[in-house]
């Protein structure tokens, strides 16, 4: 089974999110390698010991500026972000770094997973409503009101200053804003709702009403899945390195010594 996720950086002097790196899982091995968008900004500084941009990397252990994110099984309060996130009890520690962020107060990056296939052949996301904290008192009791199964509707915001991709979503009776799709999936909401031929749904999952505001709405987005169609597919999220993750995994099957591979 291979799952692939993204990291994103917030450049502190625009603001702006930016994708710096891909990380794929598979087979117990984990591969790392940045993408374009670590070349956008002047202020980004490549990690320790991988500091060549055109290389993929290559290791049996998840790598540092991850495995800081992920947390440990053993804290009280594991159980209840597991709960929050809507997810089952087994998963891996590395599932519910994704489904949260795997957000840290001491640094500006956030992990996110890259939208896969359902059994159903489907695209699915879940996701966390963003920015509910910032929304009136009135979308904050709009929120805590909504019942797993409720539609939700996207809305691009086409005159956000910050995110030209940004989509907002809105209920239906009495409408009212109850937050963002997170900035990984707007992109790939907006292109798939804009298609009418497609049946675009957004639905509560869940509404944790103990969590925080950016843990407290769980939605999920569904709909058919388009020929050709590849998620987070921009410039930016394209891998810098020349070599591609199969080369990669091709030697790995030849060297179980392989640590590093130069494109």
Known sequence: MMRAFFLTWQDPDTRRWLPVAKLVNI?????????????????????????????????????????????????PEYSRYLEWAGLKKDTDPLGLMARIGGIRATDGFQVFPVPEKGTDGKFRSVFFSHG????????????????????????????????????CLRTADPVVIVGYCPRYISPDVKVLSDNPSLEM???????????????????????????????????????????????????????????????
């Open 27 to 75: 087979d117990n091995n984990y591969i790392f390698g940045y993408t374009e968008g670590a070349r956008i900004s002047d202020a980004f500084v490549p990690f320790e010991g991988m500091r060549d941009l055109s290389s993929l990397y290559v290791s049996a252990d998840l790598f540092p500026i991850f495995a800081n994110r992920v947390m440990n099984e053993r804290r």
């Open 132 to 167: 509910i904290s910032h929304l009136p008192s009135m979308a904050a009791e709009r929120v805590v009101s909504l019942k797993h199964g409720d539609s939700l509707y996207p809305m691009h915001d086409v005159l956000n200053p910050f995110d030209p991709n940004a989509v």
């Open 201 to 263: 749904t957004i639905a509560v999952k869940q509404v944790n009403h103990d969590a925080p505001a950016q843990f407290r709405l769980l939605c999920e987005a569904a709909c058919s899945w388009p020929e050709q169609f590849v998620p987070c597919s921009s410039p930016e999220h394209e891998l810098i390195s020349a070599l591609k993750v199969e080369e990669v995994l091709s030697a790995l099957d030849s060297s179980k010594s392989f640590q590093r591979a130069t494109g």
